[in-house]
């Protein structure tokens, strides 16, 4: 017998995860990780050459800044703010919000990818004041001519943001799980 309690039966304390937390919080968190390398790797793509000339890339292009990479950019930043307030205050609609801002950036990535000469486009408006029927035309002119294609800042931004919608998602539905 014991001298504490008067009974011989061994007593144990419920089972407690470390620091109080839900066994699956650690698998939200690579989640909300991937997620943000994600929409880095799409905030590099914006800054990145979109659009190159030249059947290996090496004539020159245009950056994602000159056009929609601007816009890019900032719903990259912004996602990645979300899914970091998703990560620490274990908010599951913020990694929600997250995907469906770099969803935004699929799109123009998309977008850019189907139309080289959108950017191109954009470009001639801005540098070269030409009006918007000018523009496309001469853009249309120069994308037959130089052979021009989409770069490698295009395939980071759609690889980038992709990432971060899935695992947006992914965070989204294992932090509400996990409730």
Known sequence: MSEYGGSSYAQTAPPVHPGGAPADSGQSKKFAIFAIVGAAIALVGSLVNWVVSGSDGTDGGIKGMDGDGVITLI??????????????????????????????????????????????????????????????????????????????????????????????????MKSRNSR
């Open 75 to 172: 719903v990259s930043i912004v996602a990645a703010l979300a899914v970091v307030g998703a990560m620490v205050a274990k908010k599951a609609p913020l990694y929600l919000g997250g995907a469906v801002l770099s969803l935004v950036s699929v799109v123009f990535a998309v977008i850019n990818m189907a139309d080289p000469a959108r950017l191109v486009a954009q470009k001639l408006e801005s540098d070269e004041g030409a009006s918007a029927a000018e523009a496309e035309k001469a853009a249309e002119a120069v994308v037959k001519m130089a052979d021009v294609s989409a770069g490698p800042g295009l395939y980071m931004v759609l690889i980038g943001a992709a990432l971060t919608v899935i695992f947006g998602v992914l965070g989204f």
